[in-house]
């Protein structure tokens, strides 16, 4: 692509940790110039969350702020603050931030007193728990909204085993993209009336909206969903069954598929009998699934992913994170990269437009001290 979808926009980040930057990584990725503003005291605290570490940089902090520009500025200085609103006022196109609940509003740097300035901006808030509730003003973090949301209760081997953390930052994560999401549909509604939004995410909407099913599932039912390990509660068999040598995950989330399943694995007398239904299969899983463990132990993942693949079963081997980056279909979607002229090699967008993937554009930036250089710099993202 010559020009990317956002080329032209300018975004304002004020983010920390992940929510807000990897909603700023990936406007940057779409095309927007984003203008990273960091503490002046050593900048965003990820730049120290390692090892690893990349050109002395916390590769963590790489990750999430790849293709950006960085300065610092003290927003709660008075020289300082002015300088960062005349930038917002004559550049921003949207302003993007999760700062501690009212930090931003103290500081006059708040949706209400920018779009007072500037009525065509979109502002973003990333809170914690929300824009409003009796938990507003609180902190929050990934792992606390993994608790709290509920999805630490439905993730873990048994009832009976401790609840397990999602082993990535799947709650921040999903924050940044509900706040892409809202700046999309923002810029949509600017074309159409010419007004700036202020849209509201939170990390604690984002946990709710990951645990949709189970809620409502339970809003249904009046039953608590449980830890089941891989499997889920109403499908069966859907879940990692060990083989000889490794882990397969099977899928067969139909009847007409475990018909399948059952004459890849030999044992069409499963089909016609108490499991011929997923929801007769579901009342019985406790005798269907020891039958099927058993089978799946006596050959290697390798063999059954082939046999499961030839009769149109899914299924997938488990891979650990070393197999995932040299596996042949990763490598042909080329979604691994770096910037031009770096060593540095990360995982791009999970897009592509008219078959061209989003290009890495630039390393990880060093913090600026000079906020008149970017004032008085009106280049734009190519």
């Known amino acids: 692509m010559s020009n990317l979808p956002l080329w032209g926009l300018t975004v304002i980040e004020l983010g920390h940790s992940i929510a807000a930057p990897y909603a700023g990584l990936v406007l ?6 984003v203008i990273k503003i960091e503490r002046p005291d050593g900048g965003d605290p990820t730049r120290d969350w390692g090892p690893p570490y990349t050109d002395g940089i916390a590769t963590a902090f790489s990750a999430y702020n790849r293709g950006k520009r960085s300065v610092a500025i003290d927003i709660n200085d008075a020289m300082q603050r002015p300088k960062l609103v005349s930038l917002i006022e004559r550049r921003a196109d949207i302003v993007l931030q999760n700062l501690r609940a009212g ?19 979109i502002y973003c808030n990333l809170h914690a728990f929300g824009a409003k509730g009796p938990l507003k003003d609180r902190p929050g973090y990934d792992p606390l909204m993994q608790a709290f949301g509920g999805l630490m209760s439905v993730t873990g081997e048994s009832p009976e085993r401790p609840p397990v953390r999602v082993g990535v930052s799947i709650i921040d994560m999903g924050a940044g993209m509900w706040a892409v999401i809202g700046i999309l549909a923002a810029l949509a509604e600017l074309r159409q009336s010419g007004r700036g939004s202020i849209i509201d995410v939170s990390l604690y909407e984002a946990a709710l909206a990951w645990m949709l099913w189970p809620l409502t599932s339970y809003l249904a039912s009046g039953t608590i969903p449980q830890r089941e390990g891989s499997a889920t509660s109403n499908i069966v068999p859907y879940e990692v069954f060990p083989t000889a040598d490794s882990y397969l995950m099977v899928a067969a989330g139909s009847d007409g598929l475990f018909a399948k399943l059952c004459a890849a694995i030999g044992r069409t007398d499963l089909v016609n009998s108490e499991f011929s239904t997923n929801g007769a299969r579901v009342q019985n899983r406790k005798t269907l699934i020891p039958i099927l463990q058993s089978v799946f132990k006596s050959r290697t993942t390798g063999v059954w992913n082939d046999s499961l693949a030839a009769a149109g079963v899914p299924a997938a081997p488990l891979q650990d994170v070393r197999q995932v980056a040299e596996a042949a279909q990763t490598k042909a979607l080329e979604i691994i990269g770096g910037a031009p002229g770096t060593d540095f090699l990360t995982v791009g967008l999970p897009l592509s437009f008219n078959g061209a993937r989003p290009p890495i554009k630039r390393p990880t930036s060093k913090i600026s001290s000079n906020i008149d250089c970017i004032e008085s710099s009106d280049g734009k993202s190519s």
């Open 28 to 33: 940057a990725e779409l095309g927007a110039e």
């Open 103 to 121: 930090v931003a509003d103290r500081a006059q740097l708040g949706g209400d007193a920018l779009l007072r300035i500037k009525p065509s901006l």
